[in-house]
């Protein structure tokens, strides 16, 4: 075949431009040959380990965001706890507060009601001691007057102090008796 094209190229037949030449049909795939080993000994390496730097980066990146997302779903399973016992502390010591006002409320009031037994009973002490004055100071003014009273119906004198205590006594007696029957007979 390649004798007959070569005949009919040397009869001056027209080459067809679309049909190449043998040689270089033959030299386009050693070239292309040549070029694929190239490509396959030196780029696609150089390819292929561009490609694993950038699955690795992207795995990590992946791996990264997971563990950043794991991260932040702890800190916001600890924040939410710390916040629950954060509010269960606050309910306890508003508790306590409640409790400890009560019991300062009572003491208070125990106090106040302590307080004013006391100043009711100095009350009645202090009545009971005036009440105590004015008594024995009636009794003197109406022993003087009864004293002075029967001297001037008896006609005695009545000067000697334990005689007149006696009489004194006596008459103030006779006048609880008398206001004693008269006020359980109303």
């Not at 706890?81 to 508790?95: G, P, S, V």
């Not at 009440?131 to 009545?158: F, W």
């Amino acid at each position: 075949m390649l004798n007959s094209a070569l005949v009919l190229a040397a009869e001056g037949e027209v080459h067809n431009p679309i049909i190449p030449d043998i040689s270089e049909l033959i030299l386009g795939i050693v070239a292309f040959l040549i070029l694929l080993f190239i490509l396959k000994k030196y780029v696609v390496p150089r390819f292929e380990a561009a490609y694993e730097e950038r699955a690795q980066k992207i795995e990590g990146g992946i791996e990264k965001a997971e563990r950043a997302q794991a991260e932040a779903e702890e800190a916001l399973a600890k924040y939410k706890a710390q916040l629950q016992e954060a509010r269960t502390e606050a309910a306890k010591i508003r508790d306590d507060a409640r409790l400890e006002a009560e019991q300062i409320k009572a003491e208070l009031r125990a106090e106040a009601e302590a307080e004013s037994q006391r100043i009711v009973a100095q009350g009645q002490a202090q009545l009971q001691a005036q009440k105590a004055q004015i008594i024995a100071e009636l009794r003197a003014d109406m022993g003087r007057n009864a004293v002075e009273l029967a001297s001037r119906i008896v006609g005695e004198s009545l000067e000697d102090e334990a005689r007149r205590r006696g009489t004194v006594d006596r008459f103030l007696a006779e006048l609880e008796t008398a206001g004693a029957s008269n006020g359980a007979g109303k």
